[in-house]
Structures are given as C-alpha cells and as structure tokens.
C-alpha cells in the first residue's frame, strides 16, 4: 500500500452510519493531546468503518497493523478514511496547510490518487494511476506497484500526461510546457526519443529517430 493514504466513497461510508455506531469517548479524548480530535464509525461486529482524525492514523488493512509512520501525509493534517466491512482502509482524504488528497485502494495498494501541493507561488497538482498487483498477495509481501497513467501540471513544468508500460517506464508523453509549447514524444524502454510530434511556429512536424 503505499504507506497510503488509504480511503473510499464517502456515500457509502454514510449508508452504513444507519446501522453503525460513533465511538469517541471521554476518556479517549482527554488522553489526547490537546487540540487533537477524532471520531470512528464502527459496524455492529465492531470493525472501523470510518475514521476522521486531525493527526496521521496507522493503516488497517487485511487484519494488520501499519504504523502512522508509514503513511503518507502530514503529521497533524485532517483525514478521513473509509473501511470495507473487513475493516481494511479502501479510500480516505487528507488535507493539510500545503497539501490535500484523494485516494482508492485495490485489496493490498494503492490505486489511485489525486493530489495537490503548493508553496508561494509554486504548485501542482497529480492524478497518478497505478497497476494492480496480484491480489492474493498479503501487504507485507506487494512489490512497489508501477504508475501506469501520471496527469500532472504544475507552475514549473506545465501540463504532462504519461502513460507507461508495465514497469513504470513513460513511453507516450503529451506535454504543453510552461512556455505553451507542445510535444508530443514516443519513447524506447531506456527513455530516448524515438519520434517526437511538436508544433513550432504553427506548423506541424513529425521527426523519426
């Protein structure tokens, strides 16, 4: 999982509130620091169903553990998680006072994300798509899981779609630069350019490699 930011639909976290209880104790609440709040939402066997916390959580997912540590995110950030009626994490949201998210999980990662990041005058904002992983695998044993899909603009670079193969590797890149020029860029599996598309002064070219 990527340490995930882990998640899902806040529709169906509210049609299981009907028949689920909110667990937020005194007693909870005074052992945590101050100025730190949270409420879970727990099915009628118990298993969290939906988490909002104002510090980074750890991640449930298959019926372990994941320390807060290993999550992505601010350390005291806004977050809202969703659990499947197995208590695993599935989708969530986090924002912070530089950053904010959006993501969905397969059964053992990270799916997809939608994210954005500023500081001054610099931002970006990303929808990165990842591949699934064989799902019977258990967490601890997922290897890294390749992006598939990356939409990105950001004040530096402009705007970047890539789609790459099955190792993470950009093959096809769409981009309109900073300065509003476009490319359009075929790429090998060691990353040069085998045919490059653009439009310099209005006109079209096409340059095989």
């Given at each position: 999982m990527?340490?995930?930011?882990?998640?899902?639909?806040?529709?169906?976290?509210?049609a299981l509130?009907?028949?689920?209880?909110?667990?937020?104790?005194?007693?909870?609440?005074?052992?945590?620091?101050?100025g730190?709040?949270?409420?879970?939402v727990?099915?009628n066997?118990?298993?969290?169903?939906?988490l909002?916390d104002?510090?980074?959580?750890?991640?449930?997912?298959?019926?372990?553990?994941?320390?807060?540590?290993?999550?992505?995110?601010p350390?005291?950030?806004?977050?809202?998680?969703?659990?499947?009626?197995n208590?695993?994490?599935?989708?969530?949201?986090?924002?912070?006072?530089?950053?904010?998210s959006?993501?969905?999980?397969y059964v053992?990662?990270?799916?997809?994300?939608l994210?954005?990041?500023?500081?001054?005058?610099q931002?970006?904002?990303?929808?990165?798509?990842k591949?699934?992983?064989?799902?019977?695998?258990?967490?601890?044993?997922?290897?890294?899981?390749p992006?598939?899909?990356?939409?990105?603009?950001?004040?530096?670079?402009?705007?970047?779609?890539a789609?790459?193969d099955?190792?993470?590797?950009p093959?096809?890149?769409?981009?309109?630069?900073a300065?509003?020029?476009?490319?359009?860029?075929?790429?090998?599996?060691q990353?040069?350019?085998i045919?490059?598309?653009a439009?310099?002064?209005?006109?079209?070219?096409?340059?095989?490699?």
């Amino acid at each position: 999982m990527t340490s995930p930011l882990s998640r899902r639909t806040a529709l169906r976290g509210a049609a299981l509130a009907a028949t689920a209880t909110v667990v937020a104790t005194p007693a909870a609440a005074e052992a945590e620091p101050r100025g730190t709040h949270s409420f879970t939402v727990r099915d009628n066997r118990g298993r969290q169903r939906l988490l909002a916390d104002t510090r980074r959580p750890p991640i449930l997912i298959g019926g372990g553990v994941i320390p807060a540590e290993q999550r992505q995110g601010p350390e005291h950030g806004t977050y809202l998680i969703f659990n499947d009626e197995n208590g695993s994490e599935r989708g969530g949201v986090v924002a912070g006072a530089s950053e904010a998210s959006f993501s969905l999980d397969y059964v053992n990662a990270q799916a997809l994300t939608l994210a954005t990041r500023w500081q001054g005058r610099q931002g970006a904002t990303a929808l990165f798509f990842k591949q699934m992983p064989d799902p019977g695998l258990p967490v601890e044993q997922t290897p890294p899981t390749p992006t598939r899909v990356e939409l990105v603009w950001s004040t530096a670079d402009g705007a970047v779609l890539a789609l790459n193969d099955s190792k993470g590797r950009p093959r096809i890149v769409i981009s309109v630069d900073a300065q509003d020029v476009p490319s359009i860029r075929v790429l090998d599996e060691q990353g040069a350019v085998i045919s490059d598309l653009a439009q310099p002064s209005g006109k079209s070219k096409y340059v095989s490699g």
